[in-house]
């Protein structure tokens, strides 16, 4: 499964260009079956998930060819609704078959999803969306299947703005009969990405990134080129990595608007930043300040920055509190932690954070930003750190040890 060796207390200087959104390529990369001729996908990153979502629309029948970041996807050549079980397994986004395939055949079947293991992640409110617009919903042994003579567009209330709901729900209603309008959607720049894709393919899609979206169904959509956006997460994951090490870095290719919430905090703990429209400057070196963090939806604090932000508050002056309010088994990270030293108590969602010495030591990826933190801390702890399961961690992150190796970070990857 591979492990990364690292070697702490690096400095990190110099500049790093950050992918493509994970969390935006994997919709879009199903969202490319809705069209009836081929679409090019630009700044995809070569990620595990990236991967297996190729390998189960190939397996429906289009052709995907990937030069590099780049890939062309024909849909001409369908041939089945349904998504390989084995593959589907494998990740989360899978179940956007569910919402592309309802749409352009009316039928869609897949397994229940795999992905990281952070909580129930159950798919009611997707499927709450499908039953609305006329489907019919089957569950099985762990395969759902959806059908619908007739799509129908329907106003929908979502109970929780979730990304994966709003998203399937509007694959759905793209070329669904009539009008279908989202309430309580989720506002996330992925979301935004995936409906600026639509779009221009050409779907009728009004009020996204706000909590009100409303689709006016389309017959035809027609294959376009579409460069996804920078991922957020990455871009914050190396941010905190310039925060925790002395040394400057600049982080290439983020839109600082989508990483504000984490942007103020950092202000909130006294770190230097710089931005320009080219990137954001960060500078180590300083003691943090302690902060509170609460984690929300969109634009709240993300949930996927919550365990490398809580990295570098281990390193804060002061006690810091953490609210993990999105997933309920988001905190698996921190008995590894615990393993470097890190003084921290769980309660309930609640994390309270004193500060520590961190020390090398042998630790597991448990999820993938759960990796991530873990890398972290084994730049600013001493010694060596060795992180184990880093398949996760490959899962969402394109080349991290490559890209912090070029910063002047000591980590070694050692493949099984
Ligand atoms: C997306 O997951 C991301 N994954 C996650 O990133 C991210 O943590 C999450 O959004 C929140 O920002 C992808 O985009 C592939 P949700 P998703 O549906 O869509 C509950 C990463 O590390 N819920 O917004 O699955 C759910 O249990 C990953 O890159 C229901 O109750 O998230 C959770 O508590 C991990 N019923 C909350 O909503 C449903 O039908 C948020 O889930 C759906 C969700």
């Known amino acids: ?70 890939i062309h996807i024909d849909p001409s050549s369908l041939t089945t609704p349904e998504a390989d079980h084995e593959l ?42 499908f039953k609305a617009m006329g489907a019919e919903v089957r569950l099985d042994h762990g395969v759902v299947e959806v059908t619908a003579d007739k799509l129908t567009g329907s106003q929908i209330y979502l109970d929780y703005p979730s990304v994966g709901a709003t998203i399937n729900i509007m694959l759905a209603a793209t070329m669904a009969d009539g009008k279908t309008i989202i309430e309580n959607a989720a506002r996330e720049p992925e979301i935004v990405d995936l409906a600026n894709f639509l779009t221009v393919l050409g779907a009728q899609i009004k009020g996204v990134g706000t909590d009100v979206i409303k689709i006016e169904g389309v017959d035809k959509l027609s294959g376009v080129e579409h460069r996804i956006i920078p991922d957020r997460i990455e871009a914050g994951t190396f941010m905190i990595a310039g925060a925790l090490t002395e040394g400057e870095i600049f982080v290439r290719n983020v839109l600082s608007e989508h990483v504000k919430p984490l942007i103020a905090k950092l202000h909130e703990m006294g770190i230097e930043l710089e931005e320009d429209i080219t990137g954001i400057r960060i500078k180590g070196s300083k003691i943090p300040k302690a902060v509170d963090i609460k984690t ?19 390193q804060a002056d002061g006690t810091s509190l953490i609210i993990e309010t999105v997933w309920e088994n988001r905190f698996m990270h921190v008995d590894e932690l615990k393993r470097m030293g890190a003084n921290i108590k769980i309660d309930g969602h609640s994390a309270l954070l004193k500060p520590s010495r961190l020390t090398g030591a042998e630790v597991t990826a448990t999820d993938l930003r759960a990796g991530a933190a873990l890398i972290l801390a084994g730049l600013v702890a001493e010694g060596f750190t060795e992180v184990r399961d880093i398949y996760h961690i490959e899962r969402g992150y394109e080349e991290i040890d490559k890209k912090l190796r070029s910063l002047g970070a000591d980590i070694e990857k050692i493949s099984d």
């Open 296 to 314: 929300l939806p969109y634009p709240g604090f993300p949930t996927d920055m919550q365990s490398p932000t809580m990295v570098l508050l281990t």
């Open 88 to 129: 589907a397994r494998k990740l989360r986004a899978s179940y956007y078959i569910l919402g592309v395939m309802l749409s352009k055949w009316g039928r869609a079947r897949t397994t229940l999803p795999g992905g990281c293991n952070i909580g129930n992640r159950p798919i009611d409110l997707h499927l709450k969306g």
């Open 1 to 70: 499964m591979g492990k990364f060796i690292i070697n702490g207390g690096k400095p990190l200087n110099g500049e790093v260009t950050i992918s493509g959104a994970k969390n935006a390529a994997l919709p879009i990369i199903a969202a490319s079956l809705l069209a009836d001729s081929p679409s090019t996908l630009l700044d995809i990153p070569q990620l595990r998930d990236v991967k297996n979502l190729s390998a189960i629309i190939e397996k429906m029948g289009a052709k995907v060819q990937q030069e590099g970041s780049t």
